[in-house]
């Protein structure tokens, strides 16, 4: 806790994040204290996930769907943000979103956190692909079918993101 009594400073600020320092560490957080809501779809055996083009990684990357909480409205409640990111990203409706709390990805890095949503009772209502300006794939997996396919997407040059050890973690302890 000694580094705290150092002040932190802002090296660098842009329209979504900010570089920090705080004595010797460098780090980086959303501008306005906005965090994200990753949403876990996981119905009749499948899971839902996206595919998108991540310019920090400069190539299409797997995920969980995911959005921020309160970048359009402020205060906006994670399970909103959810409900209104999945429906967005992949055309599902969920009855119901519970929130199984909050992590950080990357803590020596980014202060930014996310809040795991598991989405209940899917409804389809579009075909998803995201609002203007994302160019999302939505995939449909068979959870027995996951560890193929995120090797294939692998083998295709795709990124897959930290948060989907959450469903690949125990097959990887045998």
Known sequence: ME?????????????????KTRGK??????????????ILAVQDGSVVLV?????PLGRNCIELPAGLVGDETQGEAPERAAARELEEET????????????FYSSPGMVSESFHLM?????????????????????????????E????????????????L????GAGMLG
């Not at 560490?25 to 990753?38: D, F, K, M, Q």
């Not at 595919?51 to 310019?55: P, S, V």
């Not at 055309?91 to 909050?102: A, Q």
């Not at 050890?165 to 690949?168: H, S």
């Open 51 to 55: 595919e998108q083009f991540r310019m």
């Open 91 to 102: 055309g599902f409706r969920p009855r119901r979103i519970e929130n199984l709390g909050e």
């Open 148 to 163: 193929a396919f995120i090797a294939t997407k692998r083998a295709e040059g795709c990124g897959v993101d930290v948060k």
């Open 165 to 168: 050890l959450l469903l690949l």
């Open 118 to 146: 598991r989405a209940h009772d899917l409804e389809r209502v579009h075909e998803g692909g995201g609002v203007e300006g994302e160019d999302i794939t939505v995939h449909i997996v068979p959870l027995a079918d996951l």
């Open 3 to 19: 580094s705290l009594k150092e002040p932190e400073e802002i090296a660098w600020q842009g329209r979504f994040i900010t570089a």
């Open 25 to 38: 560490w460098e780090y980086v957080s959303r501008s306005r204290g906005i965090s994200a809501a990753v």
